[in-house]
């Protein structure tokens, strides 16, 4: 049966009625599988797209169960979260036929297709879905002929399905601690580039929103850091990033306001003073604009540098004049940007709520990520104004930002932030703790209420 499939899905042709009969009545699969059995099956894969419609016409006759028990559990389930434009089952024979085309980054293509198809595997039993899978795998695997070596590689790739691109888009590149965090999940480098590609491959059968050029990059950046720690490099090699540039720093040196904005970054030189971040939020905010990543820096001459990426919200050109004119009077005290922004907020038409998405914010904690910062990671409705307004509840607490990454799924708005206190350490107080998310809260419930 594998071999008319696989036959089929690489000259994209149907497979005949008449032969799906004949091919019910084949003998099953030996267990543990032949190699040629696991072969023909990774071979079915890598003919890509093709593939996903000889898996639905084998399924819809009955001939697909025999060879997977446990596609029954995840057939036509719908996904929980609403930015999934497949069901499971979909899903993971999309993402398996994306891995056909990043083989040539990887040295087991096989492995590659096999722990793409079963990454989601413990979706729609009780429990956590990754735990299940893995607990899945370890019977999957070995029925299908992998070794102890490669069950515990699959086993491994379906645990961290989802680690680079969370870390990518959630977590500051260049801290120490992510980088070192990240090189000691994965551990070696054949996992790092198998879960490169799975991460890829996984994203483009998601949804148009779960890939895009600004994901690939920070993806790519974090992919290569770490391999240079598990090359032997130095973490402190790695997040070298040069931030700020030298150019950067001839301009914190004229100690005076500067403002320069290319392409899709604007960077803001201003005496340091609280607030900062959060005025150059809101006014981007105003303006149209989202922020996809920040980072500061305070000089040792009260200088300070905000440096933001943005994307325009209406797919034009973004209006950089404007922007600056509005930083401008918003650093000189001369616009009412609470008022402004609480006015679009009001011509705001607000998403209809999907299921599976944020419906209360919530506030997480994390001490342990970063060497020297607390991470607070935010999750809310996303809306016009919500980093302004969780800047501000940063500012109002003597927070310092010193860097944040901005995402948005669906219609939530997931930003993460690394912030210290005013003698620049981590905050490790409970009750400050507590407060700062009490304070989030507070924030972000009245936004959402308006």
């Known amino acids: 049966m594998l071999r008319v499939a696989v036959t089929a899905a690489r000259n994209d042709a149907r497979i005949e009625r008449t032969t799906l009969d004949r091919l019910a009545e084949s ?38 169960e025999p060879i997977f028990p446990e596609w029954s559990v995840i057939r036509c389930r719908p996904q929980r979260n609403a930015y999934h434009r497949f069901t499971i089952d979909r899903h993971l024979c999309e993402a398996a036929a994306n891995s056909a085309a990043l083989v040539d980054r990887v040295d087991r293509p096989d492995l590659l297709v096999v722990g793409t198809l079963l990454h989601d595997i413990g979706k729609g039993r009780p429990g956590d879905h990754t735990d299940v899978g893995v607990e899945l795998i370890a019977e999957i695997a070995p029925r299908m002929g992998f070794d102890e070596g490669d069950t515990l590689i699959l086993q491994q790739m379906c645990r961290h399905h989802l ?51 600004w994901k690939e990059e920070l993806v790519g950046v974090l992919v290569d850091r770490v391999a240079h720690v598990l090359s032997g490099g130095s973490v402190a090699d790695a997040t070298d990033t040069g931030f700020p540039t030298p150019h ?42 989202t922020v996809l990543e920040a980072a500061a820096h305070s000089a040792d001459n009260q200088m300070a540098l905000e440096q933001f990426r943005v994307q325009s919200n209406f797919d034009s050109e973004i209006p950089w004049d404007r922007v600056i004119r509005d930083l401008e009077k918003a650093l000189d005290g001369r616009l009412a940007l609470a008022a402004r922004l609480e006015e679009r907020s009001k011509t705001y038409r607000r998403p209809r709520r999907l299921p599976g998405l944020v419906t209360h914010p919530e506030v997480i904690v994390d001490n342990g990520l970063s060497h020297e910062a607390t991470v607070l990671e935010v999750r809310a409705p996303d809306g016009v104004g919500v980093l302004w307004r969780i800047t501000r509840a940063l500012h109002e607490l003597d927070l310092d930002i010193t860097s944040a990454k901005i995402q948005t799924i669906g219609t939530d708005a997931v930003d993460s932030f690394y912030v210290r206190d005013s003698e620049g350490r981590k905050i490790t107080d409970h009750d400050y703790l507590g407060e700062i998310r009490r304070s989030l809260l507070y924030s972000l419930e009245r936004a959402s209420s308006n």
């Open 163 to 213: 680690l680079l691109a969370d870390t990518a888009t959630r977590r500051d590149l260049s801290d120490d601690g992510t980088i070192s965090f990240v090189a000691d999940s994965v551990g070696t480098l054949t996992c790092l580039r198998l879960l490169d590609a799975l991460t890829e491959a996984d994203s483009l059968a998601t949804g148009t929103a779960a890939w895009g050029s």
């Open 248 to 289: 950067q720093r001839d301009l914190l040196a004229q100690r005076r306001r500067i403002i320069e904005a290319v392409d899709d970054q604007i960077v803001v030189i201003s005496p340091d003073r609280p607030g900062l971040f959060s005025r150059v939020a809101g006014v981007l905010s105003l303006n149209g604009l």
């Open 27 to 64: 003998k099953p699969l030996t267990t543990p599988w032949s190699e040629e059995a696991r072969r023909l099956f990774v071979e079915l894969f890598l003919a890509g797209r093709p593939a996903v419609q000889v898996v639905e016409t084998l399924d819809q006759r009955g001939l697909w």
